[in-house]
């Protein structure tokens, strides 16, 4: 083990991936430069190159090529690092900024402290092409509603209204009151808003599947009211392995729920979430939090928890609640998922859950 560490440590490799080439820096040991250069963004291109490399050390900073580069450049025996790109002012900063320049500060960053890149862990192949799939459905949603909203105001505008509707049943109902003189403009609209309509209800039906067959673990999320098979499939996705955090507590930073601090001397400002981590876990979970929150929700701790900050009062109560809420219950999720038990809603409290029981 010892000498694996040390073979890392003779060569740090920088790499600035780019979509169609990418530049590269060798450091040796003592951070002189040995070679630096550029390279074609192909599997090809870096297999050769990296095949035929001592063991080394290799940072590159996320975006759209890092999971298939990370996995291409592990699986040629380098130890790899992917670098936050929100975490390294130094290089998003630089006032002589260029990719050669990049390359080479992920090198030196990399062999002095890989802590200092802000190291971010790729999921899996299988796991990514299934989050894709969520993801794509997430886009039809927010498109559809996008149309929806436009058809609303076209509407509007001329004096008419379409009435209050679910979604899914939004263009056969807005059919019928939208004026002639719109009509040539918004039924192609109303066509595509019923197609995306009958496309996510499919891939509502290929989520449940997914969550049913290759993740049974979405099955103790589903315990949780307010968590259904999107947001448990998601979550497990994201976060792929409950072992990869040391405490249930350190999933509420990962997903950006938790609170910036700018602290100084006596000066201790409070401020907005970090909003860090997966962006669409993070909504689907303040999704649950309102249902938690809402006139739906059954009794819970999680409930009455969110109703005595909400009930605190002061600026936006109700929308810190719903926030804490979320944040909470990611760390339910992951408590459930570690542990396997099943969900008491009423576990702090449990002379009302028998009451409820016997009633």
């Not at 999921?123 to 609303?152: C, I, K, P, W, Y």
């Not at 930073?253 to 400002?269: I, M, N």
């Not at 409930?303 to 109700?318: C, D, F, M, S």
């Not at 396997?340 to 859950?353: C, F, M, W």
């Amino acid at each position: 083990m010892k000498e694996a560490t040390g073979l890392a440590r003779e060569k740090t490799v920088g790499l600035d991936l780019g979509d169609r080439t990418s530049r590269f820096c060798i450091l040796d040991q003592d951070g002189a430069l040995l070679e630096e250069g550029r390279i074609a963004t192909t599997e090809a291109s870096l297999r050769r190159r990296f095949s035929l490399m001592d063991r080394a050390r290799v940072a590159f900073e996320v975006g759209a090529h890092s999971p298939w580069v990370g996995r291409l450049v592990a699986d040629c025996g380098h130890e790899v690092i992917a670098a936050n790109p929100r975490q390294i002012r130094l290089i998003y900063e630089n006032q002589r900024k260029s990719d050669r320049a990049d390359a080479e500060y992920l090198a030196r960053l990399a062999r002095l402290d890989p802590k200092l890149l802000a190291p971010v862990t790729h999921r899996g192949e299988q796991a990514q092409a299934d989050l894709a799939l969520l993801r794509s459905r997430d886009m039809l949603v927010r498109t559809r509603a996008d149309l929806v909203n436009h058809v609303r105001g076209s509407v509007k505008a001329v004096g008419r209204r379409v009435p209050k509707c679910s979604t899914p049943v939004f263009a056969h109902r807005a059919e019928a009151h939208v004026p002639e003189s719109l009509a040539a403009a918004l039924r192609p609209v109303l066509s595509t808003i019923t197609q995306l309509s009958e496309q996510i209800h499919e891939l509502d039906r290929r989520v449940e599947e997914i969550a049913r067959k290759d993740y049974p673990e979405t099955d103790v999320l589903r315990q949780v009211p307010g968590v259904g098979s999107l947001t448990a499939l998601c979550y497990v996705l994201t976060l792929e392995d409950p072992a990869r955090f040391p405490t249930s507590r350190d999933v509420g930073a990962y997903v950006g729920l938790v609170p910036k601090r700018r602290s100084s001397g006596e000066r201790d400002p409070e401020l907005g979430i970090t909003r860090a981590g997966d962006r669409m876990l993070r909504r689907l979970l303040v999704q649950a939090a309102h249902y938690t929150l809402g006139p739906f929700g059954p009794d819970t701790d999680l409930r009455r928890w969110g109703e005595k900050l909400a009930a605190r009062g002061g600026k936006n109560a109700k929308k810190r609640a719903i926030v804490a809420v979320a944040r909470k219950l990611a760390v339910l999720l992951h408590s459930l998922w570690s542990t396997g038990e099943v969900y008491e809603p009423l576990r702090h409290h449990p002379d009302t859950a028998q009451e409820q029981e016997a009633a």
